[in-house]
């Protein structure tokens, strides 16, 4: 099995239908403990390179950069062209007054630093990692477009927790009115249960031809399975131990979405997780959803979802379990 290609968006790129997303590589826990180290990652590289993926996510943050110096690591004993790299800037790297944000000082800062950990001349994509209502949007547009047009660039696009459309919109008018290079890609959070980019965010991504690269596409692992109704978690699992994510994921109407994504796993002989998963990969207005994994097994289980066919009807089930109402 073989990932398929697919376009990236209104770029000239195609990518893998499974971006592979690296937050966990150098990543401590509570305890201390690195989630994934240098061999693990690069391990996981190599079992994503061979299903055909392109693919690979990573931030200036993730594990204290280590993630990115993984990736260079790797990418020095392969052929850079064959691998579609993305990061990302916003969150504090240091402690003075411009050590965060899209302000031109961090930006410039922190895009030399990637480049240098990659161990490559230029990212495919940048993003920008949070939006950043303190800095004019004139300053981190005209700062990024200095990006692509000085070769470290290729395309741009942007992250949010929270729907921004017209924040994006703004953005991308303003840029088409000073010849700056506009947001290409954009990365929300969006799942069978986070639903909000429905509506006014996943249509204005339609009308702008944007590419849609959702994180987070198994809620957390509420989509795993792993919970039921009406019971205790189990005790190793994430909503025992976190109780905002309990109090955000264990509630009825997602226990709604869950149980239709079960259903449909089981009429298909398959995962939950793969059938999250397959369901953002056969909607209509998603480019590839950022899968990541701990082990090789748990990738290669994601990475099955791209054989899973879901009929018209399957698909329809699990949109219409739990639809985005906005206020």
């Known amino acids: 099995m073989s990932l398929a290609m697919v376009p990236l968006g209104r770029t000239g ?14 990543r401590q826990n509570d305890d201390g ?6 061999d693990r990652a690069h ?5 994503y390179a061979a299903a055909g993926g392109n693919f690979i996510d990573t931030a200036d943050m993730y594990g204290d950069g280590a993630s990115e110096r993984y990736i260079g690591e790797w990418l020095g004993e392969r052929d850079r062209e064959d691998f579609v790299v993305a990061s990302k800037i916003f969150w504090p790297t240091r402690e003075d007054a411009n050590g965060r944000g899209l302000n031109r000082k961090h930006l410039r800062r922190q895009m030399d630093r990637i480049l240098d950990r990659l161990g490559t001349d230029y990212v495919d ?3 920008i990692h949070r939006w950043d209502d303190e800095t004019p949007v004139e300053e981190f547009m005209r700062t990024l477009d200095g990006f692509v047009r000085d070769g470290k660039v290729n ?3 942007t992250s949010t927790l ?6 994006v919109v703004k953005a991308n008018e303003l840029a088409d009115k000073r010849g700056y290079e506009p947001f290409k890609v954009a990365q929300p959070r969006y799942n069978a249960v986070n639903r909000e980019i429905e509506g006014n965010y996943l249509d204005m991504c339609a009308d702008y031809d944007i590419g849609v690269v959702p994180w987070s596409p198994l ?9 039921a109704r009406d019971e205790r978690p189990p005790a190793d699992s994430r909503a025992a131990n976190d109780q905002r994510f309990a109090d955000s994921y264990l509630t009825p109407s997602n226990f709604d979405a869950l149980e239709r994504v079960e259903e449909v ?6 995962s939950p997780a793969q059938v999250s998963l397959a369901w953002l990969m056969h909607h209509p207005q998603v480019t590839a959803p950022i899968v990541g994994a701990r082990t090789v097994d748990q990738l290669g289980e994601n990475v099955a979802a791209a054989d899973i066919d879901l009929t018209p009807d399957q698909f329809e089930r699990i949109s219409v379990a739990k639809r985005h109402v906005s206020a």
């Open 13 to 26: 790129t195609t990518v893998s239908e499974l971006a592979f997303g690296t937050w966990r590589f150098g």
């Open 33 to 38: 403990e690195v989630e994934v180290g240098r």
């Open 43 to 47: 391990e996981l590289l190599d079992a």
């Open 125 to 127: 994509l940048l993003y």
């Open 155 to 157: 395309y741009l696009g």
């Open 162 to 167: 929270e729907p921004n459309a017209w924040k």
């Open 219 to 227: 809620a957390g692992g509420f989509l795993t399975g792993k919970y």
């Open 265 to 270: 796993a089981e009429a298909v002989g398959a």
